[in-house]
């Protein structure tokens, strides 16, 4: 069965830190994700990477950027994290287009 | 640009009642569709899917859902629902070509009541 790690479920960080979390899956999957879940606006992506190295902007691009050196990490990076930042950030794999998408747990990340 | 429109972002059924959680979708080309189900403070698992094979698609613990084209709609139903379906439903299209982006609808709550 697939696995999706977040590498914390909950996070508190404070303005103006750099923050990284940080996602790996075990099944050699060629498309990582990572979206951010707020109420009422359901999961917006803010980056996807179709290979090691290669990256797309998602939506919500903006004060975030991300990093994949190997095929099963995807980092997301926060470079100057801010109040506006906090939320439900939920990292994703998947294999090809017509495949789902397997979700890891989530990473509750509050910036105070 | 290819977009998801979930109707209703509160839905209540008495158990036992049919469960219709609605998706329209837009997209230039055809379209993969999924259901994910989310249950709280967990990540979303895949309910079903539709990759163009048969327009009635079956997946887990009851749930189905119908591809029409013409209305370009994959509303999701459930002929009974149990106590335990209560969770957050979101509808997803990936694009089939390009850099096969995923766009999700903003999820549709379901409540079910004894």
């Known amino acids: 069965d697939v696995k999706v790690t977040q590498s914390s479920r909950y996070l508190v960080k404070r303005t103006g830190e750099k923050v990284f979390l940080e996602c790996v899956q075990d099944?050699?999957?060629?498309?990582m994700f990572w979206y951010r879940q707020d109420p009422g606006l359901g999961l917006r992506l803010i980056y996807f990477s179709y290979d090691v190295k290669m990256k797309e902007k998602g939506d919500i691009p903006e004060g975030y950027s991300v990093s994949r050196e190997k095929k099963e990490r995807f980092s997301l990076i926060l470079e100057s994290a801010s109040t506006n930042q906090t939320s439900m950030y939920l990292c994703?794999?998947?294999?090809?287009?017509?495949?789902?998408?397997?979700f890891g747990d989530g990473t509750r990340l509050s910036i105070l | 640009a290819q977009s998801v429109t979930q109707l209703g972002s509160h839905v209540s059924v008495s158990e036992g009642a049919l469960v219709l959680l609605r998706c329209n979708y837009s997209?230039?080309?055809?379209?993969?569709l999924f259901w994910y189900v989310q249950y709280p403070n967990q990540g979303l698992q895949l309910l079903l899917k539709y990759t163009s094979a048969a327009t009635l698609v079956k997946g887990i613990n009851g749930f189905e859902a119908e591809f029409k084209k013409s209305e370009t709609s994959f509303h999701l139903t459930k002929p009974s629902a149990h106590m335990s379906d209560a969770a957050e439903y979101f509808c997803?299209?990936?694009?089939?070509?390009?850099?096969?982006?995923?766009?999700f609808g903003t999820g549709t709550k379901l409540q079910v009541i004894p």
């Open positions: 997209s230039s080309v055809p379209p993969y």
């Open positions: 994703a794999s998947r294999d090809r287009s017509n495949q789902p998408q397997h």
């Open positions: 997803a299209v990936s694009e089939s070509g390009g850099y096969q982006k995923v766009t």
């Open positions: 099944m050699d999957h060629e498309n």
